[in-house]
């Protein structure tokens, strides 16, 4: 008998209100995270993959609407009731942002920021909260956290108020850390660092996690498996050394050759076009204008995904241009 994923999306759509018009964003995502697992979503910017993290939250901004089924535990989030949604928020996930400084009040010191949510909720006493938040803060290398917890967020550079983030993340021990780009608005120099810390956080507690970023090489190297999305829905799923070694969507391998390598010297090559956004495809596949092995069947009709090689890939050519995509990686 399988057991129950933790949090499972499945046909996720989420649409917006645009003059008087609906705008699809977000179409036929399915997914699973399993309990100690951690997955990644990988995409250009616009493909869907915060809207997809927002509506597994129930944090879709005014106009959004989410349609399909997104279950933590078997429970149906988007049918949740205020005090139940309040709970899951509080208790059983967490979401570390993009940006700290964007989503810390300035007027607040670090404690009652990191402290407020398990208090509120009456998970800890706000000295229980204190202590525990000092103790995870010397855990994930910031020094001297108890001066720390008296000062407030423009006092700390990026690479620790980031760090920060993490502990109240972590504080209330959640079963799934949502992780929204954690690190891309740090220093190039501190992105590692923090990275690993978090990655280290993640799998000594045994939490879930659903990455999110646009690095596909980061993303391969700190999750179990991939999900890859396009224009609001998944093109290619599977173990993260799979995809990575061998990619089998063409656009996929468009991401990992369009990254530097630290393996071998060679140019990175761009994906020609633009990205585009789900409302914008009308028919065929949705990466057709920008692939060099597209025919009139993909420019005409859209491909479902379909099991290749273990792998839920969305490409009607998929094996007719595996080992073209093969020779183009070495």
């Known amino acids: 008998m399988t057991a129950t994923p933790l949090l499972d999306l499945h046909d996720l759509h989420v649409s917006v209100r645009h003059r008087g018009t609906r705008r699809t964003l977000v179409r036929d995502v399915s997914l699973s995270v399993d309990a100690a697992e951690s997955i990644g979503v990988v995409g250009e910017s616009g493909s869907g993959k915060s809207m997809t993290i927002k509506a597994a939250m129930r944090l879709l901004p005014p106009g959004a609407t989410a349609e399909g089924h997104v279950r933590f535990e ?56 204190i202590e525990r938040a000092c103790d995870l803060m010397a855990d994930i290398g910031i020094p ?99 995809i990575y070694q061998r990619p089998l969507h063409p656009y996929t391998a468009g991401l990992l050759q369009s990254r530097p390598s630290t393996a071998k010297v060679r140019r990175p090559t761009a994906i020609p076009g633009r990205p585009v956004a789900a409302y914008e495809v009308d028919q065929g596949c949705s990466f057709a204008p920008r692939c060099p092995f597209a025919t009139d069947r993909c420019r005409a009709e859209r491909p479902d995904r379909r099991l290749v090689e273990d792998r839920s890939v969305a490409c009607h050519r998929v094996e007719e241009i595996a080992d073209l995509l093969k020779e183009r990686a070495t």
């Open 74 to 129: 078997g429970l149906d989030v988007l049918k949740l009731d205020r005090r139940e949604l309040a709970r899951y928020r509080s208790r059983d996930v967490a979401l570390i942002h993009q940006d700290p400084r964007a989503h810390i009040n300035p007027t607040r010191t670090i404690a009652q920021f990191v402290t407020e949510g398990v208090v509120h909720t009456g998970q800890m006493t706000r000295d229980e909260a």
């Open 144 to 242: 001297d956290a108890r001066r720390r917890m008296g000062q407030f967020p423009h006092q700390l550079s990026g690479g620790l108020l980031q760090r920060v983030m993490i502990v109240a993340a972590l504080l209330p021990s959640p079963r799934l850390v949502f992780a929204d780009e954690p690190t891309t608005a740090l220093d190039v120099t501190v992105q590692s660092d923090v990275m690993a810390i978090l990655l280290e956080q993640i799998r000594d507690r045994r939490v879930s996690m659903l990455f999110v970023t646009h690095d596909l090489d980061l993303a391969a190297a700190v999750t179990d498996r991939l999900a890859v999305m396009y224009a609001g829905t998944i093109v290619e799923s599977g173990t993260s050394t799979e």
